[in-house]
């Protein structure tokens, strides 16, 4: 493995359609990992939940999502890298150049990632829009979920790279090269 690129940003500002992006640029190799696959996981499990359903984009997962929170923040007290130690296990490491880990939400993941692979193994990235266009993307502010630490956390982090995704180029490419160029991925 040469570089872990961690990508945040708030709901609806193109995380996982940046990542999808990336990763079909960077071939086969590398690989997405969720941080929130694990908690989607056991929080489906916990509560008998239709799993493909919470790990989708869809509704469904949000009339859960502020109770999953509360519940993953109960388990990150407890020990801060759970999910992200969770999330990396499936990752082949010896197999592939680059993970992308498109959803990092708080310092302590970012933490967890250099204490874990060092600080130069780790690119991170923050990806932002404007209201109108997460609006436009569907979502809506929501108390309880986008006034709390998973969406607010990183307001005042400092980034390798801060990208805006409002642009009118609707397949993502120049944001892709953008990034490319900037973190000299080859």
Request: glycine share 4%; hydrophobic share 35%; proline share 2%.
């Amino acid at each position: 493995m040469r570089k872990i690129l961690l990508i945040s940003g708030k709901r609806k500002c193109g995380k996982d359609f940046i990542s999808e992006r990336l990763l079909n640029r960077l071939a086969n190799r590398a690989i997405i990992v969720r941080i929130s696959e694990p908690i989607k996981r056991e929080w489906a499990e916990k509560l008998k939940l239709d799993i493909n359903a919470m790990l989708s984009d869809g509704p469904y997962k949000e009339q859960y999502r502020r109770d999953m929170i509360l519940w993953s923040d109960e388990v990150r007290s407890k020990d801060y890298g759970f999910f992200c130690r969770a999330a990396m296990k499936k990752a082949p490491l010896e197999s592939i150049d680059y993970v992308i880990v498109s959803d990092i939400r708080r310092k302590n993941d970012i933490r967890w990632f250099y204490e874990t692979y060092g600080h130069q193994m780790i690119h991170t990235i923050r990806l932002t829009s404007q209201v109108a266009t997460r609006e436009a993307r569907g979502w809506q502010f929501t108390a309880g979920v986008d006034d709390v630490p998973s969406e607010c956390d990183l307001d005042d982090s400092i980034f390798d790279l801060e990208l805006e995704n409002d642009s009118e180029d609707k397949s993502g490419e120049k944001l892709i090269e953008r990034l490319m160029t900037n973190l000299q991925l080859n």
